[in-house]
């Protein structure tokens, strides 16, 4: 049972990490004028489409890491689970949340600053944790010992 749990628990924290680590650097690759619309924080279709992908490589990488652990295709369902309800309960969350003022972006944005005030569109928050669902798993299903 503590390995399933720990499968969970790490699988998510890998997740976490892969994307901070992916997020920061494509955003330093690409800098602010092309992570955004021109002049506002609401994020570009580049950026959309790019952490869409990296979103589901980390889901990837989350499911097989809770699968080696776990040794538990069921673990892996309950994590996607996990993944799928906490992140309807953020998108219900922005969507009934008051809409931050429109704030004008300057030409530098520190990746700190970026990550406070960006603002993706509300489809986006709803589509995130299906994808990231789906990428866990697949990501549980990938490596030896997926017999069960």
């Known amino acids: 049972m503590l390995w399933k749990i720990l499968g969970v628990i790490i699988g998510y924290v890998v997740m976490v990490a892969f994307i901070f680590m992916t997020f920061s ?80 972006r300057t030409a530098e944005v520190s990746n700190t600053e970026a990550m406070q005030k960006s603002q993706m569109p509300l489809w986006v928050a709803f589509m995130n944790p299906l994808i990231g669902a789906v990428g866990i798993v697949i990501g549980g299903g990938l490596g030896p010992g997926n017999k069960e």
């Not at 499911?63 to 309800?85: D, M, P, Q, W």
Request: overall charge neutral; proline content about 4%.
């Open 25 to 104: 650097a494509f955003y330093l690759a690409i800098g602010a004028d092309m992570a955004y619309e021109p002049g506002s924080y609401q994020v570009s279709m580049l950026w959309i489409a790019v952490s869409t992908v990296l979103g589901f490589i980390a889901a990837l990488i989350g499911g097989y890491v809770c699968k080696r652990l776990s040794g538990s295709s069921g673990t892996v369902k309950v994590f996607a689970g996990i993944v799928l309800i906490l992140g309807i309960i953020i998108g219900i969350y922005q969507a009934v949340s008051p809409q931050p003022a429109q704030e004008a």
